[in-house]
Nanobody, 131 residues
């Protein structure tokens, strides 16, 4: 089972940038598709971005498309979320999670971008965007 620890959150003005990191441990990171989600107080969790185990396939929610970039470094067991042009509505607690590639045999080739496949989100890192 993969464990994750997020970092890099903070307070930033609208229009600014932040870079989040998610360090993984407990299993072979390169075998996992990874994803970021966020949850604001009183709101449902929102699936933000996902990246396949190889890094060749990437998904973004429409609300962050063109502003956020997900990437991974399998040598460092880390997945990143670069957030640019931040808006007050991006304020939330951001978490990451992984799904092993073996899930494809059960759930099909698009498992890596299916938010229902991710259920072990980390503690999160708080991002606050001021207007």
């Amino acid at each position: 089972q993969l464990q994750t620890v997020e970092s890099g959150g903070g307070l930033v003005q609208a229009g600014g940038s932040l870079s989040l990191s998610c360090a993984a441990s407990g299993d072979t990171f390169a075998n996992y598709a990874m994803a970021w989600s966020r949850q604001a107080p009183g709101k449902e969790r929102e699936f933000v971005a996902a990246i396949s185990w190889s890094g060749r396939n990437i998904y973004y929610a429409g609300s962050v498309q063109g502003r956020f970039t997900i990437s991974r470094d399998n040598a460092r067991d880390t997945v990143y979320l670069q957030m640019n042009s931040l808006k007050p509505e991006d304020t939330a607690d951001y978490s990451c999670a992984g799904v092993p590639y073996s899930r494809e045999y059960r759930s099909g080739p698009n498992y890596w971008r299916d938010e229902q496949e991710y259920d072990d989100w980390g503690q999160g890192t708080q991002v606050t965007v001021s207007s």
